[in-house]
Structures are given as C-alpha cells and as structure tokens.
C-alpha cells in the first residue's frame, strides 16, 4: 500500500502545557519524510516551537527557526538526526512558547513521505539557485574528508579535508555549481545539506563515486544508499549496480575510463567487458588535466559513440586536495533554464554542454546545423537523406587566436580545414554534405601547439530517438 501524505491540524489554546505531542503513523518502507508546519497568530506574537520524535528515539529539535524540515535515512536539515525511519506512531512536537491569555493558535503539519523505491532527487536547495536560459559553470568530481580528500589543518598538518573548504573553493573558482562524489559513501549529504543555505550562490548537487576493482562510475541526483560490492560473492553485478542507480533516477557516468588500472590505481580504468551502455547517461571525457590520460577518455567515448551509444561527454578535476587550486579543471559548462539539481542534470542529460579545459570564465562552444528546413543543437539529432547539404555553425567565445577543428564520427573532417578564430566571441561556419548514414559530428578547439581547449557533444545524424 503507497504511502499517502498526511495533514495535521490542531487548535491550541492559552494555558494549554508547554509541549504538545501529535501523533501521526508512518508505514513501512519510507526513506524521507518531508514536514512543513504553520500556525496562526503571528500578529499576537504567538510562538509555536517544533521537534520530532520517531517510536524509539528523538529525531530533532528546531525550535522556531524553521518551518520546514526533511528527515531522511542519509541525511537531515540541520537540527535533525538521520538515520533508518521505523514503521510505527512518530510524534510531532510542538512546544507552547507564547500564547497569549484569550488567544487560540490553529496550526496545519503537513507530512510527505518519500518511499525507499521512489525516485528522490530533490537536491539540498528548497528552490533553484538562479533562473534564466543561459550557461551554467560547474564542475562534476571531487572529493572530501568522507573519503580521501584531503587538505593542510592550521598547525599545518596533513588531514581529512572538510566539506566547508571544498566548497569555499569552487566559490573562490567562480562555479555555479558543483557535485561532491565521494567514494562509495552517502554521508557528505548530510553536509551538504547543512551548508547549501549558507551557499546560496553555487548549487550543491547529490552525488558519489560508486567505485569498484573493474571501474569507476559518478551517480547523479538520488540521495539513498546503493550496492556498489560488485565482485562480493552474492553482491550485484555492476550491470545490476547500474541498474539500480538508472532506477533510483541518476545520470550515470562513466570515470576517466582509458586510464591505465593496476596496483596504483585499482580499478581506474574501465574493465567492464558485458558492460550494459543502455545503463550509462556519459562518459567523464576529460578526467584531471592530464592530457596523457584525457585523449585516451575522448577515444574509449568515441568507441562507444561508433557502438551506437549516444553517450554525453562531462568533465570534472577529480580533486582530492582543494588547496592546490584544481577545481574546476576542467569545467563542466552547461546550458539550463535553471539552477538546479534538475535543471543542470536535464540538461547534461540532453547534452546540451561542453567542456572547458582552460577553468576560464567564459570559454564555450556550442553546435548547432540545419538542412534548411529543420534546425537542431548540440546534444540533440538530426535527419539528414543523402546529398542534404547541412549547415554547420559553432559559436566560441574566449578563443582568439586558437583553431576550430570538426570531427566526424571521432576524426578530423578532411573536407573542413580548421578554423582560426578571429576574436574572443566568433561564429564560425561550415557546410557538410549527409550521405545518409548514421554520425556524429563534434567540434574542438586548440590552441596552434595542439593543447586542448574545448570540448563540445556532438550533434547526431541519421540515429535513431533516444530511448
């Protein structure tokens, strides 16, 4: 039986006791509970405190600073207690700190259950950071004390690197958003969740690195616990790992997969041989920047792509030590509506985004063609019958002075020499002639010596509609 959201309401009366319990039943199987709470009387300087007690234990106490609080298995707004959410009669505390003599104060709880089997991806922000339709900069991988990040204490000691400065370093970068993926754990959301309202310029996204002895995968979006014991007798395998992370609602990525693995680095490369790639949302193409280990992870990408995958490119610094200032190299750059968890992971999953090597502030490149009749942009698909003549524009900004290359289906288009960019916002164009077959076109930019720039995802011709 699903679990039905319930309304509280209740009158209180002037010489009512300090604390009143209201008791409400919660089912078996929730994984979150989401409870507002308001009450009249304001304007008579009534002032109704709140708390929250399961069947076995206090769960939290916030007073009369928030009206609005989440409980959940993996973490809780601050004044709040995770942890598992037993079936049975919870009770609603309300503390009577002023109530007038002659007043009444009616007050409405209202509580959402959030099941162990929905899809919960709500994020740490109660609403979008920002709005408006424009690009949004972040990067996607790094790591904190809850694994191995890493920084220097103030006696100057090497130690577990808290969450606080991790943050305050994307801040520093400029980053519109970030997602902290700690290895295996889910226990950075709880922090996470504390510190996003002080944080109220750059969006916090749920996140963790499912890590295994065959390969590493970043999970985006869902906040609850799932199985990563891939090579465990008995565990899942990690088909079924993704599987369960496609169920929970994530965007799923593939991590710097064409590095090398081995004793100093179990499991860095991708060695998945019945790998599922219906399972998987992208491929971390720039993983650091290291250009000996990202070409390597642009061509296991274009592999999959040449396999009929149509999987997004991402980037993230892979940062275990804040202080040395990585974050952000590169950066993910992501065209959105809006500033949040799931505007950017919408957008990333329609590949509507590319990569900045240069952690600037204003590189981008996007894609779009047109056959004349019909129009599409990057990330998105495009038919094309033989001898349709499609135009080809990419909009760069910040490049002067560096060379636009294209590439189909992963390698220079012979027929389109590149293209020096005249200044720092340019449009350039091209045309190229379909012969009818399935491709994807992509573009790069380089500096004269070869060093990579920018990144786009490609436009697709001729394939099929995304599942």
């Known amino acids: 039986m699903l679990a039905q959201d319930l309304d509280l309401r209740g009158t209180i009366a002037h010489g009512t006791d ?19 709470f308001s009450y009249t ?11 929250l007690l399961d069947p076995v234990r206090f769960r939290g106490w916030s007073g009369g600073n928030k009206h609005a609080f989440s ?7 601050p004044s709040y207690l995770p942890g598992p959410l037993p079936a049975g009669t919870w009770k609603l505390l309300i503390g009577v700190a002023y109530l007038g003599e002659g007043h009444t104060s009616n007050y409405t709880a209202h509580v959402h259950f959030v099941r162990t089997n929905d899809v919960d991806i709500t994020g740490f922000a109660a609403s979008p950071i920002a709005t408006g339709d424009r690009w949004y900069r972040g990067d996607l991988h790094m790591h904190t004390a809850h694994s191995d990040g890493a920084c220097t204490s103030q006696s100057g000691k090497m130690v577990p690197c808290p969450v606080f400065v991790t943050i305050e370093a994307a801040v520093k970068q400029k980053l519109d958003f970030i997602a902290i993926t700690d290895h295996n754990t889910i226990s950075h959301y709880d922090a996470e969740r504390e510190m996003q309202p002080y944080f109220d310029q750059i969006l916090l996204i749920p996140g963790r690195e499912v890590t ?32 369960a992370a496609q169920a929970a609602g994530a965007f799923v990525s593939i991590n710097h997969p064409g590095n090398p693995t081995g004793a100093t680095c179990i499991g860095c490369g991708w060695s998945v041989a019945d790998t599922d790639w219906n399972l998987v949302n992208g491929i971390e193409a720039i993983n650091g920047n290291d250009p000996k280990h990202y070409e390597a992870d642009i061509q296991f990408w274009d592999q999959q792509l040449a396999k009929g995958f149509r999987l997004v490119a991402i980037g993230g610094s892979d940062t275990h030590r804040p202080e040395r200032g990585t974050i952000g190299h590169p ?11 799931h505007g950017v992971l919408d957008a990333i999953r329609a590949g509507h985004t590319c990569i900045d090597l240069t952690a600037s502030h204003d590189k981008v490149i996007d894609l779009h063609a047109s056959d004349g009749a019909v129009h599409t942009v990057m990330g998105e698909r495009l038919t094309a019958a033989r001898n349709d003549r499609v ?18 289906d992963g390698k220079v288009l012979s027929t389109l020499p590149p293209q020096s960019l005249p200044g720092d916002s340019a449009d350039e164009t091209a045309g190229w002639t379909s012969d009818g077959q399935r491709h994807w076109l992509r573009a ?15 436009i697709f011709f001729n394939w099929p509609v995304k599942p």
């Open 212 to 243: 295994t002895y065959s390969g590493h995968a970043n999970v985006f979006g869902p906040t609850g616990f799932i199985d990563f014991r891939s090579e465990a007798k008995g565990a899942p395998s990690i088909n079924q790992v993704l599987h």
């Open 41 to 51: 009387g304001h304007e008579d300087h009534t002032t109704l405190d709140l708390g």
């Open 71 to 77: 409980v959940g298995i993996a973490d809780a707004t």
């Open 391 to 408: 135009e080809l524009t990419a909009h760069i900004t910040g490049s002067s002075g560096s060379n636009l290359r294209w590439l189909l």
């Open 331 to 341: 950066t993910t750059v992501v065209h959105a509506q809006e500033l949040s968890v």
């Open 18 to 36: 300090g604390y009143v319990l209201v008791p409400f039943e919660v089912p078996a199987g929730v994984a979150r509970l989401d409870i507002s």
């Open 444 to 458: 790069e930019v380089r500096t004269a010596d070869g060093t990579l720039q920018l990144l786009s995802n490609p």
